[in-house]
C-alpha cells in the first residue's frame, strides 16, 4: 500500500530553491516523497527528516546526506542545535494526514473504518480521540466542533455525545459516524463526518498549538535568503501560516517602525496561495484543498 502520494511536489521543490551544498529539513518525513526529491537536488548538502509517527521509520533513505529524526517538528531548533547546525537553507512542511494514516484502519482517523476512536500522530502519547469524547465537558466539546471543524451545529452534536456516552462509553469511529450522521443532511454527510473526525484530531494531536511553535522555531533557525514552504489544506492552519509569513506572528499584527513602516521578517515568493492542477486532483482527491505558501527570509 502507497504510503503516501506527495501534494504539490514538484512545485514545493522548485519553491526551496536548493542549494546543492545547502542544508534543508523535512519537517513532515511521512512516506518521504518530498525527501527523496530534496535528495536528487543535494550533493554535499544535508536533509534533516522529522515525523514522530514510529511507521515513518520504513521509509528512511539509504542516503548518507539524510538524517531521521523521530520527534514532532515543533522541536526543530532543539534538534538543529543538538546537530550543530546554527541556520538552514530551507524548511518544507506537508501539514496534511498521509494516505497511510487514513488507509489504516486501526489508526482511527477515517470513518470509512470501525476501528478505535484513536487518531494519535504520535501512537505513545495518552490522549486518544475516544477519551476526548467520553470526559470533556459538554462546553468543550463544542469549542471543539465549532473552532476546529468549523461546525454550525457543534452545541446539538456536542449535546448528544454527552447524552450517549451516559448510556454507554463511545469507543469505535462507527459509533461516533452514526451519532453525527442524525445531526446532517445526507447530503452533505460525508462533508460533515470528515468535519467532525478533524475537529478531533486537531485536539487530539494539539496541531494548531504544534503548528505556531514550529513556525517561530522555524524563523529562528532560518538563515537570510533562506525559504519557509508549507503545504496546508484547511481554513486554520492556512490563516495561521499566511498571518505568519505577512508579519511574523500567527496573529497577523502588523508592527510598524517610529516612521510608521511595516516590520516583518519575511518576503513574500508568492503574492497568493498556490493550488493543484486539475490534472493532480484527478489524479490524487486529497490534494483538492491543499494550498501552497512561500516566504524567505529578509536578507538586510
Do not use: W
Amino acid at each position: 500500500m502507497e504510503y503516501h502520494n506527495p501534494v504539490l511536489l514538484t512545485e514545493s521543490i522548485e519553491s526551496l530553491n536548493i542549494h546543492p551544498n545547502g542544508i534543508y529539513i523535512d519537517a513532515t518525513f511521512g512516506g518521504g516523497g518530498h525527501s527523496k526529491e530534496i535528495l536528487k537536488h543535494l550533493q554535499k548538502g544535508h536533509l534533516y527528516g522529522f515525523d514522530q509517527d514510529d511507521d515513518a521509520r520504513r521509509n528512511i533513505p539509504n542516503s548518507n546526506n539524510f538524517t531521521f529524526v523521530h520527534h514532532n517538528f515543533k522541536y526543530i531548533r532543539h534538534f538543529m542545535r543538538y546537530y550543530g547546525v546554527e541556520h538552514v537553507d530551507g524548511i518544507l512542511a506537508d501539514l496534511g494526514v498521509s494516505s497511510h494514516h487514513f488507509d489504516t484502519p486501526e489508526r482511527g482517523f477515517s470513518f470509512r473504518f470501525n476501528a478505535p476512536l484513536d487518531m494519535r500522530m504520535d501512537q505513545t502519547a495518552k490522549l486518544t480521540a475516544a477519551t476526548i469524547v467520553n470526559t470533556y465537558e459538554e462546553a468543550d466539546l463544542r469549542k471543539i466542533f465549532k473552532e476546529y471543524g468549523e461546525i454550525a451545529n457543534a452545541h446539538k452534536l456536542a449535546q448528544n455525545i454527552v447524552r450517549e456516552r451516559e448510556i454507554s462509553p463511545i469507543e469505535s469511529t462507527e459509533q461516533l459516524k452514526n451519532i453525527g450522521k442524525r445531526f446532517t443532511n445526507p447530503k452533505i454527510e460525508t462533508k460533515y463526518l470528515s468535519q467532525i473526525f478533524q475537529a478531533l484530531r486537531i485536539e487530539v494531536n494539539n496541531e494548531m498549538g504544534v503548528l505556531r511553535d514550529f513556525l517561530q522555531a522555524g524563523l529562528a533557525v532560518l538563515k537570510p535568503g533562506g525559504r519557509f514552504v508549507v503545504i496546508t489544506y484547511h481554513s486554520l492552519e492556512d490563516r495561521m501560516v499566511k498571518n505568519f509569513f505577512k508579519t511574523g506572528n500567527c496573529s497577523g499584527t502588523i508592527e510598524k517602525d517610529f516612521y510608521g513602516n511595516a516590520q516583518t521578517p519575511f518576503e513574500l515568493i508568492l503574492r497568493k496561495a498556490l493550488v493543484p492542477t486539475d490534472e493532480e486532483i484527478e489524479i490524487n482527491n486529497r490534494a483538492r484543498s491543499a494550498k501552497l505558501r512561500v516566504a524567505t527570509i529578509v536578507e538586510k
